[in-house]
T-cell receptor, first 115, second 111 residues
Framework: GAGVSQTPSNKVTEKGKYVELRCDPI?????LYWYRQSLGQGPEFLIY????????DSGLPNDRFFAVRPEGSVSTLKIQRTERGDSAVYLC?????????????FGPGTRLTVL | KNEVEQSPQNLTAQEGEFITINCSYS?????LHWLQQHPGGGIVSLFM???GKKKHGRLIATINIQEKHSSLHITASHPRDSAVYIC?????????????FGTGTRLQVTL
């Protein structure tokens, strides 16, 4: 009965490096969401998957950010050439489907610090 | 102006007090969510509303669609209620599934 899990829980990297953040959704959930939460702010939408495809990636801030979900389960958020402004908590959520009545279940987040 | 505004930003209450957190939004929505986030912890969904009122234990959430406003009430508050409470909406425009969040209300309940 595992919930949404995210790894790593903390990631410290240097400016310019590449990072990958992983999300394991609840088994059977077809919808998966990535959000980013800066200190003192509410989460902001990044990208949403329905199955294997990105249904909406309008929240990705620029082309350094990319996400995949090749088998419709685990998703990886990839950030190239990291910048200090990328420091935030990256949250993943999943839901059974993408309907308006579906509850999103959140993971604990990955805290990314770019030095 | 943010699509979702919460007030107050910070709230300190004594144990036992009745607490109200407000959320206003500026877009048409299909649903509104109240979420709870503990320090260093994940986010837990408390309520999802599209109309009226819902109650769960000491928590009550109401929404007025015409006024684009929702409130979260906590009765008989307790120190374990200390957390950040976040309002989020599902907009009718664009991707209906994604959530747009308020900045949160940080609640501290003291003994």
């Amino acid at each position: 009965g595992a919930g949404v899990s995210q790894t790593p829980s903390n990631k410290v990297t240097e400016k310019g490096k590449y990072v990958e953040l992983r999300c394991d959704p609840i088994s059977g959930h077809t919808a998966l969401y990535w959000y980013r939460q800066s200190l003192g702010q509410g989460p902001e939408f990044l990208i949403y998957f329905q199955g294997t495809g990105a249904a909406d990636d309008s929240g990705l801030p620029n082309d350094r950010f990319f996400a995949v979900r090749p088998e419709g389960s685990v998703s990886t958020l990839k950030i190239q050439r990291t910048e200090r402004g990328d420091s935030a908590v990256y949250l993943c959520a999943s839901s059974y489907s993408s309907g308006n009545t579906d509850t999103q279940y959140f993971g604990p987040g990955t805290r990314l610090t770019v030095l | 102006k943010n699509e979702v505004e919460q007030s107050p930003q910070n709230l300190t209450a004594q144990e036992g007090e009745f607490i109200t957190i407000n959320c206003s939004y500026s877009v048409g929505i299909s649903a509104l969510h109240w979420l709870q986030q503990h320090p260093g912890g994940g986010i837990v969904s408390l309520f999802m509303l599209s109309s009226g009122k819902k109650k769960h234990g000491r928590l009550i959430a109401t929404i007025n669609i015409q006024e684009k406003h929702s409130s979260l009430h906590i009765t008989a508050s307790h120190p374990r209620d200390s957390a950040v409470y976040i309002c989020a909406v599902r907009s009718l425009a664009g991707t209906a599934s994604k959530l747009t969040f308020g900045t949160g209300t940080r609640l501290q309940v003291t003994l």
